[in-house]
């Protein structure tokens, strides 16, 4: 549901839907455990924006 929810969001501030891919697991959920246990959301900022990135190039954005 989080990631439906981050999508609407980015999808409303017009980027495109944003894929996390299973090989991205181990580094989205070591962002995740840094954001919400470390309380620095850096490395999951970080993360997002490199596969928002990602996906806005796939779009041909």
Do not use: C, H, I
Request: proline share 2%; glycine share 8%.
């Amino acid at each position: 549901m989080a990631r439906f929810l981050m999508n609407a969001m980015l999808a409303s501030g017009g980027y495109p839907w944003t894929v996390l891919r299973v090989e991205d697991r181990k580094a989205y959920l070591a962002g995740l455990e840094q954001a919400s246990v470390g309380m620095d959301v850096k490395l999951f900022a970080q993360f997002l924006a490199e596969r928002v990135k990602w996906s806005s190039e796939q779009a041909g954005r």
